[in-house]
């Protein structure tokens, strides 16, 4: 059984399959979510958890860090829901220290 998955940015609301990541569900779903390596590796689909629980599949450790986690952060395509989510379809990149 999946969780459902909603983007209020986008009035959507999708189905995730079972195990599924979420960046795998919203492609499946026609929701284009930034992503490149697929693997947490770039951290390039870092996205916001507005509502819900996910287990953090394994994942560069540069890609998401640990204060990043503790913000709310995490990378769609090594997310998996544990319940229903709420997402933004966008959303602000983390703080970049210059």
């Given at each position: 059984m999946?969780?459902?998955i ?9 189905e ?12 499946n ?10 693997f ?5 689909c ?10 953090h599949?394994s ?9 990043e ?7 769609a ?10 997402l933004?379809?966008t ?8």
């Amino acid at each position: 059984m999946g969780f459902k998955i909603h983007f209020p940015d986008l009035n959507r609301r999708i189905e995730s399959g079972e195990k599924e990541t979420i960046l795998d569900s919203a492609l499946n779903a026609g929701i284009d979510l930034a992503y490149s390596c697929r693997f947490g590796r770039c951290g390039v689909c870092k996205i916001l958890l507005l509502g819900g629980k996910v287990e953090h599949l394994s994942h560069g450790k540069f890609s998401l860090t640990e204060e990043e986690k503790e913000e709310g952060f995490i990378l769609a395509c090594r997310s998996v829901p544990l319940s229903d989510l709420i997402l933004p379809w966008t959303h602000k990149s983390p703080k970049i220290i210059s």
